[in-house]
Each structure stands twice: as C-alpha cells, then as structure tokens.
C-alpha cells in the first residue's frame, strides 16, 4: 500500500489510486463478512478481476523502455511503477489470498512485529553468539508474543515458567 500510495500521488499514476481503492473495499467486505460468520467472500472473484484490470493497467502505463529511475545503472532499470506493477503481477495469489481465506489478515504486521526484536537484537550487538542462543532467544520471544497476543499477562507468564507451572496459551488448529 505504501508504494501504491507513492506510485499515485508522488509520480500522478491513476492506477495505483484505483488499485488502493480497490483493496481498502476488499478488505473491507472481508471485514464485514468475517463479522457476519461467512465463511467465504461473495465477490472475491471480482475483486481479483479488479485487481488485475489496475495491474495491467500500470503494465501499459509504464512500458518496458518507460523513464528510468536516475543515478548510476538507470539506462537498464525500469520505472518504479513498472517494478511495483510487475510484483503485483507475478505474486498475485498472495497478495490476494486474504480474499479466498477469510482466516488470513489483509496484512503481515504480526509476523513483522514478532520478529523485529530479532532484528534489534541482531543491529544492537551485532549477533548472537552461538545457535543454541538465536534458538532461546526466538522461543522467549514466541511464547512471549503468543502469550500477549491472547490477553495473557506476561509477568505471570514468565513467572509460572520459572516456578515450572506454565501458563500454556491455547493453541488453535485448522
């Protein structure tokens, strides 16, 4: 969304605009039928021919040969426009699989934020020092997530895991 945002009204492409309005309505009724108890999107099939109609249309917007971006190797690299059309293109089914599956979030920032403590971890000190420590410190932080994420208190959580009572959050299955 940030680099259709960019796309639309930084360089003035239409597409990219009817591309976000496009996915804000989709998520939307995902939204609405989730709240309903459906199972399945009614109209996911024409959200994704909408999809593909702005998709195409940033294809022919931005040519092959259209500008290159400035600085050192622009004459072979292709407008950012281009770039961002031709992701769309070829991961299609997953960016639109949100449509298909109503389990799944329109977006990926539970993944993102479980794992940039990782990543801080990782620019802060550079690395860690052996697997076996990478590995503790990724199960810490999982069931430290898991834990918040279902409204459980996490002192107490850590607290049981050192009396060797522990809180065991509820993991669901398909």
């Known amino acids: 969304m940030r680099e259709l945002t960019f796309v639309h009204k930084v360089q003035g492409q239409l597409w990219a605009g009817e591309l976000i ?3 804000e309505e989709a998520v939307a009724a995902c ?3 989730r ?3 459906a199972r399945k999107l009614w109209n996911a099939r024409q959200f ?3 999809f593909d ?3 195409r249309d940033g294809l022919r917007t931005n040519p092959p040969n259209s500008p290159p971006r400035t600085g050192k190797g622009a004459a072979s690299n ?3 426009g281009r770039r961002l059309a031709e992701r769309l293109l070829e991961w299609r089914d997953d960016y639109l699989r949100f449509l298909f599956d109503l389990s799944l979030p329109f977006t990926n920032n539970l993944s993102e934020q479980a794992i940039r403590m990782f990543k801080v971890k990782g620019k802060i ?3 860690f020092r052996t697997t076996e420590g990478a590995d503790r410190f990724c199960r810490i932080r999982s069931y430290i997530a898991t834990c918040h994420r279902q409204g459980m208190p996490i002192l107490a959580c850590l607290r049981s895991v050192f009396a060797a009572k522990t809180m065991t959050p509820v993991l669901q299955h398909p």
């Open 21 to 23: 309005r496009v996915l």
């Open 31 to 33: 939204h609405r039928a």
């Open 53 to 55: 109609r702005w998709v």
């Open 48 to 50: 994704a021919t909408d």
């Open 35 to 37: 709240e309903r108890g």
């Open 125 to 127: 000190s550079g690395c």
């Open 78 to 80: 292709p407008s950012k």
